[in-house]
């Protein structure tokens, strides 16, 4: 298994806010984040809102060193696609990142493997960077069968995009059991699937940002940080309380010193 020194990759925290805020719950939470905002210098922050909050945390962030993105995206051209948003309006907004993939978008929305890499396209043609959710389900870990659906889920955007195309992009491992529920993959298993995925990328595998996702919390962050393969994370809970948040970012700022 590939594995390198975390310290020739840059570490990614990715705050996904899901369906939650108010302009003024998020006005607090963002004064709340950078009134105690660290300084950091292996860390690549962002925060990815609904999307009809984007400007208001681009607002907040543009002055740091901070980004942002979206949660999802629609892999067609702008036209007659109600209630959708284009890879052009996230670029539109300046996001950096887009979450493609996600296990609630699969699952809930109904998002094909071919779905997601047609997001994957949409947003690289623009210039954003794809963060590729991927990960099983409880089912699918007990049958034995955690990394073939991973394996699966990769192979379907490697092979419209291409290996070159990894070299912008970041992949997230949620395992679906892990995420909102409180239980956390051991960091032992999350290596395990970390170090699966970096293997299927060949040489540019050594380059790529890979993050956890499921219950990442401040007493655990440290520990799953700790793992040669494990770049960061992104978070769901704990990226609407602005102290777990900060904890979460200066875990990885530090994690291999
Ligand atoms: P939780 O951190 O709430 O488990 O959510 C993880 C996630 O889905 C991030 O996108």
């Known amino acids: 298994m590939t594995s390198q ?108 493997d071919d779905c997601v890499a047609r997001q994957f396209l949409a947003a690289q043609a623009e210039g954003l960077t794809p963060i590729l959710c991927v990960g099983e389900s409880s089912e699918q870990r007990k049958q034995g069968q955690a990394l073939a659906t991973i394996g699966r889920q990769l192979k379907a955007v490697l092979e419209v995009a291409g290996l070159e195309a990894f070299s912008n992009a970041v992949v997230a491992y949620e395992p679906i059991w892990a995420v909102g529920t409180g239980v956390t993959a051991t960091p032992e298993e999350a290596a395990q699937v970390h170090a699966f995925i970096r293997d299927q990328f060949a040489d540019v595998g050594q380059s790529l940002v890979i993050l956890y996702g499921g219950s990442v919390k401040p007493e655990n962050a440290a520990e799953l940080f700790a793992k040669p393969d494990i770049d960061g994370a992104l978070l769901g809970g704990a990226s609407l309380k602005a102290q777990d948040f900060i904890a979460i970012c200066q875990c990885a700022e530090n994690a291999g010193k």
Not at 38 to 55: G, H, K, S, W
Not at 58 to 71: D, F
Not at 72 to 82: D, I, L, W
């Open 5 to 112: 020194p975390k310290a020739q990759r840059r570490r990614l925290v990715v705050g996904n806010w899901k369906m939650n805020g108010t302009r003024e719950d998020n006005s607090c939470l963002l004064q709340n984040i950078l009134a105690d905002w660290p300084t950091l210098v292996n860390v690549d922050v962002a925060i990815c809102p609904p999307f009809v909050y984007i400007e208001q945390v681009a607002r907040a962030l543009s002055p740091r060193e901070l980004y942002w993105g979206g949660q999802s995206v629609n892999p067609n051209a702008p036209g007659a696609y109600t209630g959708e948003v284009s890879a052009q309006m996230l670029r539109d907004l300046d996001c950096r990142y887009v979450i493609v993939g996600h296990n609630e978008r699969r699952r809930l929305q109904h998002e094909s």
